[in-house]
């Protein structure tokens, strides 16, 4: 059972098209290790009855032997995080006041991963509404780190993390608004991809615009099912009209000859702009060290843009977009009482934004976008931490300090993935390293020009060659 979990999903795909195994045993396995870690972890919410899982892994062996298979995902566990619907579980968002919120169409990106096979068993948590990057809500609990039980697990697709790490799941998705695919990734040492804004679609929101600031994503234990899942999560949508028309262009074909002569601007903490917690760059910066032994020059480099204006620009937007979503469900009974202080401050922050602000920050985005470009003429990727500090007190709601500097919001903290979003470029979390107490996991962001999905994949599995032996470290078992 722990042989077949041990897997990743290209793995398992060729095992069950093989006949090496079955769907069933597959589904058996995953389940039986999430009876054993869940209770521990608390990473998968609402999952469906045995019985009826076994029972749908049953009739994706007997397709199998007619030979018909649905997909690379034929008959692999997933769960989709509690953000995105998927039809026959609720869409709670980690929010009580949604604990009955059945859909009754799955979201496009649930959809083709369906159509490419997989058996939804259930949904991995996320904080309330999304909202942080740190998996706790009232309505499920918090979601404890896959490494050490007594920390965050990041967010705000922590669930989804946990479950790669822990080898409950072989795949996951997430979404990322401030780092929600990213951070948890970091922190528990897999891999987690923000993609090119519009490279999966969003087609059932309330808005199709403004909204597409946050994306959804795939999560991985290796590039290869990553790039995969990116594969089938992407393409165009006529139903969301800043979707990408353009297609990913990629196969897994790792070459470590990629880092050879590729050239990293190292952003550290902006020149001292981002409060960083001690040892934080100093692993990220022997991170890049195996960048710079296959070849790459890697060189510490300023941003050349007052990141005061950026944060600015992101409080308006981050408004725009959050506001609205918090504010759907103000009319609703209890709502003061049961949405969480800092989703209310959001919607009342939103409310007080008049017109002006908002084209200023846009303005601001604008500007920002045009200078990040530019510095993609001299460098192929640029670097900063996947957070500012390392996992923190699973108890705490959120650091109100770094390095001794105060945080003036709930996600000051986040700060530093606060720039990929906002220009809509690629950045792909990957394993770093860990804190000196080794139980601590930190990544970096690898982030390239807009639409170079592909070859930022291209990276990260030739970076992944090189640690191939660090990558492969799993966490121990409670």
Not at 205 to 221: C, F, H, K, Q, Y
Not at 228 to 248: C, E, F, K, M
Not at 449 to 455: C, E, I, N, P
Request: hydrophobic fraction near 40%.
């Amino acid at each position: 059972m722990q042989e077949i979990t041990d897997r990743g999903a290209t793995a398992l795909s060729r095992s069950i098209h093989s006949k090496e195994v079955s769907c069933r045993e597959v589904m058996q396995a995953f389940l039986a290790r999430i009876a054993q870690l869940n209770p521990s972890f608390n990473a998968i919410v609402n999952l469906a009855p045995q019985d009826t899982l076994l029972a749908q892994a049953d009739a994706y062996d007997k397709e199998l032997a007619g030979g018909a298979s649905r997909g690379w995902l034929h008959g692999i566990p997933v769960a989709i995080k509690d953000a995105a619907d998927a039809v026959g579980f609720p869409t709670t968002k980690g929010c009580e006041l949604l604990a009955n919120n059945k859909p009754v169409r799955d979201s496009v990106m649930a959809a083709r991963m369906k159509d490419a096979g997989c058996i939804v068993i259930g949904k991995t948590t996320t904080p309330e509404l999304g909202l942080g990057s740190h998996t706790f809500s009232t309505l499920w609990g918090a979601t404890h780190n896959a490494w050490d039980t007594h920390v965050s697990a990041g967010g705000s697709s922590g669930g989804a993390a946990v479950c790669l790490a822990q080898r409950m799941l072989p795949i996951a998705d997430g979404s990322d608004f401030m780092g929600s695919l990213r951070n948890p990734a970091g922190w528990n040492h897999c891999y987690g991809f923000r993609p090119t804004q519009g490279r999966v679609p969003q087609a059932f929101n309330n808005d199709v615009w403004i909204d597409m600031l946050s994306t959804e994503g795939p999560m991985a234990r290796n590039v290869e099912d990553l790039g995969r899942l990116l594969l089938t999560q992407s393409g165009y949508d006529p139903r969301a009209p800043l979707s990408l028309q353009s297609a990913i262009e990629w196969r897994y074909e790792p070459d470590v000859s990629v880092l050879k002569g590729l050239r990293i601007g190292w952003l550290a903490d902006l020149d001292g702009h981002l409060a960083t917690d001690d040892g934080v760059l100093d692993v990220c910066e022997d991170a890049l060290k195996h960048f710079t032994s296959a070849g790459a020059v890697v060189e510490e480099i300023p941003l050349g843009f007052d990141p005061a204006k950026v944060w600015d620009s992101w409080l308006a937007w981050r408004r725009a977009v959050a506001g609205p979503r918090v504010g759907a469900l103000m009319h609703l009974p209890g709502a003061r009482e049961k949405i969480k202080p800092e989703a209310q401050w959001e919607y009342e922050c939103s409310q007080g934004m008049k017109f002006p602000e908002f084209r200023r920050a846009t303005e601001t985005r604008s500007a920002f976008y045009k200078h990040v470009a530019g510095l993609f003429d001299k460098w192929d990727v640029l670097v900063l931490p996947t957070a500012q500090v390392w996992p923190f007190d699973v108890s705490m709601r959120w650091p109100n300090e770094i390095a001794g500097r105060h945080m003036d919001t709930y996600h000051r903290w986040m700060e530093v993935t606060t720039y990929a979003t906002l220009v809509g470029i690629p950045s792909l979390a990957v394993p770093a390293g860990f804190h000196a107490n080794g139980k601590w996991p930190m990544g970096i962001q690898l982030m390239a020009r807009h639409s170079a999905d592909a070859f930022l994949l291209r990276v990260a599995a030739a970076y992944e060659q090189v640690r191939r032996d660090f990558i492969a470290l799993r966490p121990p078992q409670p």
